[in-house]
């Protein structure tokens, strides 16, 4: 009788709720342990390439308002080029009709994950089957390909600035050179991304846009075209008001 392999992870320590899901696992049943890290980047790993991202459906939302969805995805993006993953558990009806954010606007952020990041999406319907998601992709991690259970902070293998070009080329109206000046000037994806939180649209007293004020506004090329259609991918925002609110987080 083949003897069943144990498979691991590395889960964040305040993923509580998901630790209580593998807790209460037995017997037959239970085919991951686990060591708790305070993870400063992924919230469970299950490989030395694989690192994912866990967001509720509110969290998910809330975290394109707030700025912090981008800033994490990018980071992990920069330490787990291979196997960046996104869970995303119970994004369900009363979430689209009760956070008073656009579909559109969601499906937009979508889109810029998967299809500019390049970030895998997986939906699940509660913590339980993320569980179980999270067990396949480490048993196809460290049992078909063989690959060590280790965390890390840096890509390898590519060339890291290569790859910061290609990450900030995913931004809206940008091709390669503009993206090399971009990451030549702040250094990193994430850094890019809080220039352009931080770069306002100004206007004229009728209320038309007419340039840009911020850190963006010392480089050549970047107008407020620009600026309103990525903070709208990024952000969410679509007018003065909802940049007005970001401006003050």
Same mark, same amino acid.
Do not use: P, T, V
């Given at each position: 009788m083949k003897e069943k392999r144990i498979l691991k992870a590395i889960i964040d320590d305040r993923e509580k709720k998901l630790m209580k899901v593998f807790d209460n696992k037995k017997g037959d049943a239970r085919v991951l342990e686990y060591e708790t890290k305070r993870l400063s980047i992924a919230d469970i790993v299950v490989s030395e390439r694989v690192g994912i991202e866990r967001k509720e459906g509110f969290d998910f939302i809330a975290s394109i308002s707030d700025n912090r969805l981008f800033e994490q995805l990018l980071r992990l993006k920069e330490a787990y080029p291979e196997g960046t993953i996104l869970i995303l558990e119970g994004l369900n009806d009363d979430v689209f009709e009760n956070t008073g954010m656009k579909i559109t606007s969601i499906y937009g952020a979508l889109s810029f994950i998967s299809y500019k990041l390049g970030i895998s999406v997986i939906p699940t319907r509660n913590i339980e089957d993320t569980a179980i998601v999270i067990e396949r992709i480490a048993f196809r991690e460290q049992v078909k390909d063989d690959i060590p259970l280790l965390s890390r902070v840096a890509p390898k293998g590519m060339d890291i600035n290569e790859r910061?070009? #290609? $990450?900030v080329e995913g931004l809206v109206d940008i091709g390669p050179k503009k993206a090399k000046l971009l990451v030549d000037t702040y250094q990193t994806p994430y850094n890019v991304f809080r220039a352009i939180r931080s770069t306002k649209v100004t206007y004229t007293r009728t209320g038309n846009p007419k340039g840009i004020e911020g850190p963006l506004q010392e480089l050549k090329g970047f107008g407020w075209k #620009? $600026?309103?259609?990525?903070?709208?991918?990024?952000?969410?925002?679509r007018n003065r008001n909802s940049q007005k609110k970001i401006d003050e987080i």
């Open positions: 910061r070009y #290609f $990450i #620009f $600026i309103k259609k990525n903070k709208e991918i990024l952000l969410g925002m």
